[in-house]
Every structure is written in structure tokens, then in C-alpha cells.
């Protein structure tokens, strides 16, 4: 790697992560979530990148505007500093978001390297996936679109495969350089059935497909333009009319959603005469189930895998996780529990990746626990309803040291605030002023209305609702810190 290139990581942060509920959910998916350390996966990713020094550039972020808020907070607890934020006003899969992320890092005259990465991936050997990506600067440098193939542990049927084929060549002074270390993409497969796993395992030169890449950024958006046209010069359309709001772009709507859904894969690397592939071991995951996150983390004598309060007896080979209450579990094999406050998962290990079915029956039937949990994150804080009847709800409200609620008005409930920890301002129509523990405000059905934490701890508050019609769209905001005003 010489000491002009220089690499922008690209994290792709739009999953939903269905088969990790209910852990998982639309409103707070696995990338977010703290699943095997103290640390979430999108954070373990951006501190991850420390391992490749200083060619390093601020990584770029894309996701969707729902979750701009989680991304900010928690890439600024990180010890890289965060690039821009890149929003898609709908979701388009990976094609799409990397030309958005090219289309960006090229803006300035600029053409790095394009490390993309997924949020949502446990790799544990740091030293080996920075050795790694070393060996495919190379490719990338000289013009290759290079993705990551992992190398198998087992006959996986989960995963996508990738064929390597003969060692990558490069174009150097002398003639034609032959890397050894990286192969030429032979071929990439669907996901195979069992027998056909067997064989890609004993065959040798199939790799799963992480679903990592690196290339140039002007390779890949020329790449584009060749084999998706149409996609490429709506891209370039959502790109170049986007909002620029502090470290949010916006990409515009009406283009965006225009673009028809494509992998990287589909659109560009199964078509492209430079593709190359270079072997990772590095202790990947995808942590694309309970099963497989099982797998991954530390088990105890008896193959279980516990978080929380459990209690067992006589269960081996199981991944049981208590988020609030305590688990007994007697006589088990081989299952999966996960206790949330508000629902509980109960599957054995061999039909974990089915839990997607439950998530698309829970959203058929609208019920909210496929897509929130019960304490529900806003860019200001959280909320978690504690109780609920037919016209009053109640809830307990933390608002985090120096936010505030939007500055809004309720067309069919009152509320009434009693202040539990520390001290909040509050507007109500004309008046302004302060509260603190064991005071308590009314806010009548109609009026503006905002509370601000004025310490440097949480403010904590109880919320009790009551009207006619409760729901959360009653809304609406005149001013507000994070852009959601109506």
C-alpha cells in the first residue's frame, strides 16, 4: 500500500435485521444493538477501522432517515470522527447506496478508494482483516473492483458463495504483474442446498460472500453507468439535487425512489470483466440469526450461550437471552430464547432463520412489536409506554442533558407532566417556566407546548395522556431541534 492511497470507508447502515427479533426490530434493527460486547455492531465496525491508521478518511455513512439520529449518536461515541450521513428517502439495497457513496466521495474532485463495509458484521481478528484489506489495495489500485470472500469453517447453506478462479493480473511497467494473493471472480452462487454446500467446502476455492468490498470510486460508478444506465443517471439526479442539512444529505425523493432495488452483486460485479476476490479469515459473521450468533460468542460448558437472569436445568446446546425478567429453561436442546419486555421468542436452533415469518405476520396484522419495542428511542431521548386504556396512556419520558421536545400541539389528548429527576423547562402557549421533582404541569388539548432539560443529567417524567384519540401521529410540530417539524 503506498503512502498516497488513501482509503473512505463506506458503512451501509439500512438493515432491518428481522430474524434477530425481537431484539431486532424496524425501528431499532441489529446494527444498533449490543450483541456480543458492550459496544453495538455499528460501533465495533467504526472502531474497527483504527486498525488501518492514518490513510484512513471519516467514514461516510447511508441509511435511511429514520435512523439519522441513532447513527449520529452513536458514531460520536467513537473514536474515529464521523464523515457525512447519507439519507435514502426509500430503500434501494446496495447498488444503489454505494453509487450515492461514490457520487459523494468523487464531488470535490477527489477518487478514493471505497472500502464498504456492512454495519451489522462480527469480524474478531482485527490484525487479519486489516492484512487483508492491504492485499486487495493492490487490485483496487490498479482498477479491480475487489470483494472480500470469506474463507468457510462448514458446509454453510445460509450464505452466497464465490468462485475464485486465477491469480488477479495487473498492468505494471515491465508487463503483467500476477498477484498471488488475489483471484479472479470465477463465479457468483445463489445460496446452495446442503449437498452442494458439501462440495463448495471440499472443493476448496469457494468463499461465502461477505458482502464487502473496495474499489475505486470512479471504477465503480463507471461500471455502473455501463451495465445500469438508468440506475446511474437517477443516482446521479438524487445526488446532485440533495438537502444539505448539517451532517445530513437528503437524497431527493422523486429520483431516488425511481431506481429499481439491485445488489452490488446483480448490478455490477456478476457483469464486470475486473472483478476479484481475496480470502478473509478473520472470524466473520453476518450475525444473520440467533443461531449464528450463538455460534459466534462464547458458550459455557454445556454449548449454552446466556445473557441475563437464567436460570436452567438440564438444557445444553441453547442461546437464551433475558433482557428484563428472569428464564428458567428445564430439559431443552438446542433452542432459542430471547425475552424482551414485550414479547418472547421460542424456537429451536434448526429454524431460526424462520423467524422472519413471524416479523411478516406480526406486520400483516399491524401490530406495533414488529416494528418498535416498547422503549422507544427519539433523537431527544426515550419513551416507554407503561400502561394503556381506551382513552388515557401513560408513559415514562427520559429526555437526555441539553435536548428538548419539539415544540408542537395535540389536536385530541391533554397531558399532564410529573417531574421524577431533575429539572425541565416548559412552554406552554405564552407561558414559560420550570419545574423540578414532584412538580407537575397540565397541557390542554390544543395548546403549543415543549419541555427542554436543563441539566446536565437525564430528565425523567411521567406522562399521563388523556383524549379521545391517543395515537402518535397526533402531532403536530411547529419547531423542532432535529428537522421534524411538519
Known sequence: M????????????????????PLSRQSFPKQFLSLAGEKSLLQETVERLSCLGDILAPPVFVSNKEHRFLIAQQASECRIAPGPILLEPVARNTAPAVAAAALEATREDHDPLLLVLPADHIIRDTEAFATTIEQAVQGAAA?????????????????????????????????????????????????????????????????????????????????????????SELCREAHRNAERERDFIHLERNAFAQVHKESIDYAVMEHTRTAGVVALDAGWSDVGSWSILHDVVNSDC??????????????????????????????LQDHIIVETRDAVLVAT????????????????????????????????????????????????????????????????????????????????GDETFVLGENQSAYIPAGETHRLENLDAEPLELVEVQSGSYLGEDDIVRFHDNYGRTN
Open 143 to 231: 482498477g479491480a473492483l475487489m470483494t472480500f470472500g470469506v474463507v468457510p469453517a462448514y458446509a454453510e447453506t445460509g450464505y452466497g458463495y464465490i468462485a475464485a478462479g486465477k491469480p488477479l493480473e495487473r498492468q505494471c511497467a515491465g508487463g503483467e504483474l500476477v498477484i498471488s494473493s488475489l483471484r479472479q471472480v470465477e463465479q457468483f452462487v445463489e445460496k446452495p442446498d446442503q449437498e452442494t454446500a458439501e462440495y463448495y467446502l471440499t472443493a476448496g476455492n469457494y468463499l461465502w460472500n461477505s458482502g464487502m468490498f473496495l474499489f475505486r470510486a470512479s471504477r465503480y460508478l463507471d461500471e455502473l453507468d455501463t451495465y445500469e444506465p438508468e440506475m
Open 349 to 428: 436452533k434448526d429454524r431460526a432463520q424462520d423467524v422472519k415469518r413471524i416479523v411478516s405476520r406480526l406486520r400483516d396484522w399491524q401490530r406495533s412489536e414488529a416494528n418498535e419495542h416498547a422503549l422507544v428511542h427519539r433523537p431527544w431521548g426515550t419513551y416507554e409506554t407503561v400502561n394503556l386504556g381506551e382513552r388515557h396512556k401513560v408513559k415514562h419520558i427520559t429526555i437526555n442533558p441539553g435536548a428538548s421536545l419539539s415544540l408542537q400541539m395535540h389536536n385530541h389528548r391533554a397531558e399532564h407532566w410529573v417531574i421524577v429527576k431533575g429539572t425541565g423547562k416548559v412552554t406552554c
Open 2 to 21: 503506498t503512502p498516497r492511497e488513501s482509503i473512505l470507508p463506506i458503512i451501509l447502515s439500512g438493515g432491518m435485521g428481522d430474524r434477530l427479533w
Open 302 to 331: 454445556d454449548n449454552n450461550q446466556l445473557e441475563g437472569d437464567v436460570l436452567l436445568d438440564d438444557v445444553n446446546g441453547s442461546y437464551i437471552r433475558a433482557e428484563n425478567r428472569m428464564v428458567a429453561a428445564v430439559g
